[in-house]
């Protein structure tokens, strides 16, 4: 049999490898998608897409396409049984794009499919199952099943995105680490008129539509609506999963709301919280991202935007090192970086999960004590039950932060460039994200409302238009007040290395960036920093 | 907190566990946890009484 040779394969589509695929092409390298399905899959599973994921989308077209009809998260709304315990509604926050906004992950794929599509360095191919895989020195071999028979295929480098039961992470004898709670859900998608207040996120504890349990009502476009169950202890999934149980659900909840209009059920499935991750995601040539590396509680929509977080954490770093701009230690600190996500993102979520899912009579019983003090005297616990969206991860221990000389702490939010709003050096005023392009940028920020910026020199100089192989863009701006006065966010003055996923890797306030580039460029030759990793 | 002062605090709860009943003790003593661990200014003394507590019934 003929084998084909490929640089980069992606396997599994979904928001990781998507989103892997289209860091690489940005940065003009190619890569062959192997998706086994012949569609997206179906059904809502993911509901929020963050703003990161928004401004990492953005170049693409598929943020744009995103926001015309996705509903902004406006707020949270939390019940005991039928008596409100709050109602908080997200504050105005400057910037571009929304905090969170719901959309159902089908759709999501359906645009994010489109992009990939439009991408000629991309070679998606669908109805493509890897039955088999053999790791070497130089890459990695490939048996892949298609309706027109086996295929051979060697890799130079492969990334693994196919999901929470991913057949390659079975192939290679890894196995995740961590906990499973016991609590699973049952998960639909109704189309239904509701004269509910837009974007507010609801949740029920112990409402008469699903005593012992609980009830998330996100909205969606199109008049859909997702309701997730939790099933109670005692209750067998099986017999909660059939459509006669779920419509009766369903139809309870909507009961309960004083829905007088019909409604259908779209689609329906169930969900069990989970917490488990990779130790490592690098494996010699091989990358885990996406569900297939760690699994996140759904609880605050981390899930599918550390998925995305992953692929362009990834894809920038496999470019340089492919372009020969970096050692392979830049792609250690893929596994490293993205780890250390999964804690952040597993300590923030997991909260949810004792509160929303409390799988155990421990859970249940603390819940039910904070619920019902808050009811009488202690609002202060009502930060227990509130909603926490997700947010961009921190490597403060990571190699490619510099932030400051002396290292020294930030607010997450100033390691990740913000949709501040900026004059640009022909006058112009726009959001930064919108300027910045795939590579490396050289961020010169000026005083608020400062004169327009003297353009910096179209050329840069020597030894400065590329960086570990990837371009180097300088661009200089000065901040704007939004009208509502706020701050901006994440941006303040002084020069910024940006790294190609938006990440700052330096600020200086009025002090050359020198150190930095000199300290980035000797990448190129570091060693590798894990010897785990190069296995 | 003195021994006065404990002695005092210790009555108090018992005879409020001798008031509640029975099938709502733990629920009481989970209110009562709740509203010292938001009264109190020390995460960590917290996380080492919750460690304690266990202690002897899990094994941990």
Same mark, same amino acid.
């Given at each position: 049999?003929?084998?084909?040779?490929? =640089?980069?394969?992606?396997?599994?589509?979904?928001?990781?490898?998507?989103?892997?695929?289209?860091?690489?092409?940005?940065?003009?390298?190619?890569?062959? &998608?192997?998706?086994?399905? @012949?569609?997206?899959?179906? =059904?809502?599973?993911?509901?929020?897409?963050?703003?990161?994921?928004?401004?990492?989308?953005?170049?693409? $077209?598929?943020?744009?396409?995103?926001?015309?009809?996705?509903?902004?998260?406006?707020?949270?709304?939390?019940?005991?049984?039928?008596?409100?315990?709050?109602?908080?509604?997200?504050? *105005?926050?400057? $910037?571009?794009?929304?905090?969170?906004?719901?959309?159902?992950?089908?759709?999501?794929?359906?645009?994010?499919?489109?992009?990939?599509?439009?991408? /000629?360095?991309? *070679?998606?191919?669908?109805?493509?199952?890897? *039955?088999? &895989? $053999?790791?070497?020195? *130089?890459?990695?071999? @490939?048996?892949?099943n298609t309706s027109g028979g086996e295929l051979a295929l060697k890799a130079d480098w492969l990334i693994v995105c196919d999901g929470s039961r991913s057949h390659v992470r079975r192939e290679l004898g890894l196995a995740l680490q961590g906990l499973r709670y016991q609590t699973r859900f049952i998960v639909t998608d109704v189309r239904a008129r509701l004269d509910l207040e837009p974007g507010i996120r609801r949740i029920w504890f112990d409402p008469p539509s699903n005593p012992q349990g609980t009830v998330i009502m996100h909205q969606q476009p199109h008049d859909l609506w997702r309701i997730d169950f939790g099933v109670p202890v005692g209750e067998q999934i099986g017999v909660a999963l059939s459509p006669d149980a779920v419509r009766a659900r369903v139809d309870a909840q909507l009961q309960m709301l004083g829905l007088r209009s019909d409604w259908d059920m779209v689609w329906s499935g169930d969900y069990t919280a989970s917490s488990a991750s990779l130790e490592s995601y690098r494996h010699g040539r091989v990358f885990f991202a996406g569900d297939a590396a760690h699994l996140v509680p759904i609880f605050g929509g981390r899930g599918l935007n550390s998925a995305v977080e992953d692929g362009f954490n990834l894809a920038w770093k496999l470019a340089s090192v492919i372009r020969g701009g970096a050692s392979e230690a830049l792609l250690d600190t893929y596994s490293l970086e993205r780890a250390e996500g999964t804690r952040q993102n597993l300590a923030k979520a997991g909260i949810g999960a004792e509160v929303i899912a409390a799988y155990s009579p421990g859970s249940r019983l603390l819940r039910q004590a904070a619920v019902s003090l808050m009811l009488d005297r202690q609002p202060s616990l009502k930060s227990l039950l509130n909603h926490r969206t997700t947010d961009a991860n921190v490597y403060p221990r990571s190699l490619l932060d510099m932030w400051a000389p002396a290292g020294g702490e930030s607010h997450p939010a100033e390691r990740v460039v913000g949709d501040a709003l900026v004059r640009f050096g022909d006058g112009r005023i726009g959001y930064l994200t919108e300027e910045l392009g795939a590579g490396f940028t050289m961020l010169e920020v000026d005083e608020p409302d400062a004169p327009p910026a003297e353009p910096l020199a179209a050329e840069p100089p020597p030894g400065l238009g590329e960086l570990l192989g990837l371009s180097l863009r300088r661009l200089r701006v000065s901040l704007v007040h939004e009208q509502n006065?706020?701050?901006?966010?994440?941006? =303040?003055?002084?020069?910024? &290395? &940006?790294? /190609?996923d938006r990440y700052v890797m330096a600020h200086r306030d009025g002090e050359g960036i020198d150190d930095v580039l000199t300290a980035v460029a000797a990448l190129a030759h570091a060693p590798a920093i894990s010897s785990e990793t190069t296995t | 907190m003195n021994a006065e002062d404990l002695d005092l605090v210790y009555a108090a709860l018992a005879q409020a566990l001798t008031r509640v009943p029975a099938p709502e003790i733990e629920m009481f003593l989970a209110r009562l946890a709740l509203l010292l661990i938001v009264a109190s200014d020390d995460p960590g003394a917290v996380t080492l009484a919750i460690a304690d507590a266990e202690a002897d019934l899990t094994g941990a």
């Open positions: 049999m003929t084998v084909e040779r490929l =640089g980069i394969v992606v396997v599994g589509g979904g928001p990781a490898g998507y989103a892997a695929a289209l860091g690489l092409a940005e940065l003009g390298v190619a890569c062959t &998608l192997l998706e086994q399905h @012949l569609t997206v899959a179906a =059904g809502s599973r993911a509901t929020g897409i963050s703003r990161r994921t928004l401004q990492l989308l953005a170049r693409s $077209g598929v943020t744009d396409e995103v926001m015309q009809i996705a509903i902004p998260q406006r707020g949270n709304q939390a019940f005991y049984r039928t008596t409100e315990l709050f109602l908080d509604r997200t504050p *105005d926050e400057p $910037g571009k794009y929304p905090r969170v906004v719901n959309l159902k992950q089908d759709l999501f794929e359906e645009m994010i499919v489109r992009a990939v599509a439009a991408q /000629p360095l991309i *070679d998606l191919r669908w109805g493509h199952r890897v *039955d088999g &895989l $053999g790791v070497e020195p *130089d890459g990695v071999s @490939l048996s892949v006065g706020a701050g901006q966010p994440g941006v =303040g003055r002084g020069r910024y &290395l &940006l790294r /190609p | -």
